[in-house]
């Protein structure tokens, strides 16, 4: 990379950053998560609104001999995210509630893929929108899984704050959260592997990924164990200590590549696998910031110079997003709102986990990238899941708020 086009990312890096903090900073004063603004922030810098008012100005600052640069630092950025994310995956709720989930979380995952099966047998056919000669198969299982997903960091965080952990929503929200995005996790693992082409490579991919998780979930944990335990008794992490968890973090996102999957299984599965204490306590600390604040910034935006808003100009398209946004909601929405009454909550709590688990957030975003990045879709389809995951999201709180709010408790996060 020359001067120039050093000199050229940094002032990607500046409009970047200055986007995301005044857009989450609005975001906040309006009652939504931060994260919601630096969404919308990334979109706004590309050709939706930056590219449309300025088009030469921007092609010339987002060019694409820097484009490389901003990839590197946005999958860098995901992978740490979700390496966090695993490591506030909290295994012992999961596993002490998740029988009395399981109702919401299966109506979460059947509805939504239900609903993409029919959809698929018209999408399928509509031009732009999937890849060419991908199977109805795939199709609808990608759909499914992007419809199912739910912003599980988003939701976590909501029910910490309202010191909702230990109440029947916050219990049922949690379980039923993790249940549904691990599901879709593996649906899109098996649409990558299939896509990638032949059944070599899918076989490498479920079984390489599957020993993987296997071997993360059950032994690593315990050969990690002394790690942690000397890390807690000096209270501290040690540069060495923190660059030999990197490149494990580095060899796990690597190796999931490698068997055909995603490199950000690797990271969630590493932070799952983390013994927990300190060591946790001591690697947010060192990564949560940088993150959260400098690489994400740089994954929205990413996203956003992949979204094109002009597509819904196109009546056809405008009606499949519209169609989408409102089978995602009635799927979610709908079928976990149904599935918390029969299993005997009150309607404002019902609402609730329907509010909760309607919010797609971030992690639709790392899917559709994802999903694009491999040729599965197409930038039409793109832009239509940026604006179903964005709409989504912003109607998470008021609706959170509206129908639940006068109802929670008056303690502190947990």
């Not at 501290?236 to 060899?251: D, K, N």
């Not at 918390?340 to 986990?353: E, F, Q």
């Not at 559709?368 to 964005?390: E, H, K, R």
Request: charged content about 10%; hydrophobic content about 60%.
């Amino acid at each position: 990379m020359s001067f120039s086009a050093v000199m050229l990312f940094l002032l990607q890096l500046l409009l970047i950053l200055l986007a995301a903090q005044l857009m989450g900073r609005l975001a906040r004063f309006i009652g939504q998560p931060k994260v919601v603004g630096e969404m919308i922030a990334g979109v706004l810098l590309g050709p939706s609104l930056f590219g449309w008012l300025a088009p030469e100005l921007q092609q010339s600052i987002f060019t694409p001999d820097t484009r490389s640069w901003l990839y590197f630092g946005a999958q860098l950025g995901v992978g740490l995210y979700m390496f966090l994310v695993g490591l506030e995956f909290n295994t012992r709720l999961f596993k002490t509630h998740a029988k009395s989930a399981v109702s919401v979380s299966l109506a979460g995952m059947i509805v939504p893929f239900i609903t993409a099966a029919v959809l698929c047998l018209w999408l399928v056919d509509v031009p732009g929108l999937f890849a060419e000669g991908i199977s109805y198969y795939n199709a609808a299982l990608f759909l499914g899984a992007a419809i199912a997903i739910t912003a599980f960091p988003m939701l976590a965080r909501i029910i910490y704050e309202r010191g909702l952990a230990g109440t029947p929503l916050g219990t049922m929200a949690l379980a039923a959260g993790a249940v549904d995005d691990a599901a879709a996790w593996l649906v899109l693992a098996l649409v990558l592997a299939s896509f990638g082409g032949g059944s070599e490579l899918l076989f490498k991919a479920l079984i390489g990924g599957g020993l993987y998780a296997f071997l993360m979930l059950t032994k690593v944990r315990q050969w990690l164990q002394p790690l942690a335990d000397n890390i807690a008794r000096h209270n501290r992490m040690s540069y060495p200590q923190f660059i030999g968890i990197m490149l494990l973090f580095a060899l796990s996102a690597y190796s999931m590549d490698w068997v055909g999957l995603h490199a950000v299984f690797g990271g969630f599965l590493l932070g799952i696998a983390m013994p927990r204490g300190i060591i946790v306590e001591q690697l947010r600390k060192r990564l949560e910031k940088v993150t959260i604040l400098l690489l994400l910034p740089m994954f929205f935006t990413y996203s956003g110079l992949n979204t094109r808003l002009d597509v819904l100009a196109s009546a056809q398209v405008f009606a499949v997003a519209l169609l989408i946004l409102a089978a995602s909601v009635f799927a979610k929405f709908g079928a976990c709102w149904a599935a918390a009454r029969l299993n005997g909550s009150d309607n404002s709590t019902a609402m609730a986990v329907g509010a909760l688990m309607n919010a797609r957030g971030l992690m639709e975003l790392i899917i559709i990238n994802i999903a694009l990045s491999y040729g599965v879709i197409q930038p039409a389809l793109f832009s239509i899941m940026v604006v179903m995951a964005i709409v989504t999201t912003l109607m998470a709180s008021p609706l959170f708020h509206w129908v639940y709010g006068r109802h929670q408790p008056k303690a502190g996060p947990a």
